[in-house]
C-alpha cells in the first residue's frame, strides 16, 4: 500500500493513502485527487507537487500521467504542495492578450481626431493598421486552432501582465505614437514614409513572414507525440540552421513593420521588449533540446535565434 505524508502552506498536513498499490502504479494526477478530496478549494489545477530530496531543489512532479515512482516517490514519503492561486486555461490567456489589439488599433486610428484634431489619414497609417490586425487575428486563430500547450493552465495574474504588454503597447502606445498628425497625409507627403512602392516592399516583405512563421507553426504541432513516446525536432523552414526558427520569422515580420513606420517609438519599444523575451525562451529550449536529444545531432551547430549573431 502506497501511504504518503503531504505538507501544504497554512494548512495541517495529511495523509493520502492508496491500497494494494505501488508508487509506479499511481499517477501524479491521482495524488492530486485525494488532495483535492481532502481540501475541495484546492483544484487539482492549483496544486504543484513536489518530493524533497537530500540535496539541490525539489523534485516537482508536473506531468500528471506519469507514475509518482517514476518520480523517485516511494513508500512512506513526504510531498510538499504549493497552491499556485486560481488558473485560467493558458489557451484563454492567449485569447484574452490577442484581442486587445484587434480592435483597439482601428478604435485609435478611427478617432484619433479626438486626441488631435481633424486630419487626413496617411496610407502608412491605414497599412499598418490593417497588418497589426490581420497579425494579431492570425495569432488568436493559431492559438485557438493550432498551438498545443505545455501546460493546461496558468495562474490568473498572468492575464492582467500579458494584457497590459500586448494591450498597452499594440494597442495604446502605438495608437499614441503613429496614428496622429505627425504621421498624416499631409505631414508625409514627398517623403520615402508615402511612396506607395516603400509601403508595397514592406508589406510583401511583412506577409511573407506572417506566411512562413505560419508554416512553422504547424509543422510544429505535426511533431506532438503522446505521453511517454520519444519527442521529434523540427526540421526545414529554417529550423535546420535556426533551433527557433518561428521566433526568427516572427522578428523579420516585426522589423518589417519597424521599419515601414518609420522607426516608430512604439514599435521600438514593442521590438526591443518582444526580441528580448523570444531570445530568453529560445535560449530556454536550446537548453532543453540539449538534454532531449543527442546534443551532435541536435541542437548540433543550429543558431538559437538569430543566424551568426546568436
Known sequence: MVSLSISIKGKPSITVDFPGKHPDKVTVKEVKAAVEAKFPKLVANRQRLKLPVSEGKPVALTDESRTIGSYGVKEGSQLQVKDLGRQIEY???YLWEYAGPIFLNPLFLQFSFLLWGKYDLSTLQVTYRNLTVFHFIKRFLESAFVHDFSRATVPLSYVYRNCLYYWGINGILIGLTLYRPAYSAQALKGSILDNP?????????????????FLTHLHLRSLRTPPGQPRKFPTGLGFDQIVCANYFWETLQ??????????????????????????????QKYRRYKKEFDPKVYPGKRWKMFPFIY
Open 197 to 213: 512602392n516603400w509601403i508595397r516592399f514592406w508589406t510583401v516583405f511583412i506577409l511573407i513572414n506572417e506566411f512562413i512563421n
Open 254 to 283: 516585426v522589423i518589417g513593420m519597424v521599419v515601414m513606420s518609420g522607426f516608430d517609438l512604439g514599435n521600438l519599444v514593442y521590438i526591443s521588449i518582444a526580441t528580448y523575451f523570444m531570445g530568453r525562451w529560445a535560449g
Open 91 to 93: 489557451r484563454v490567456l
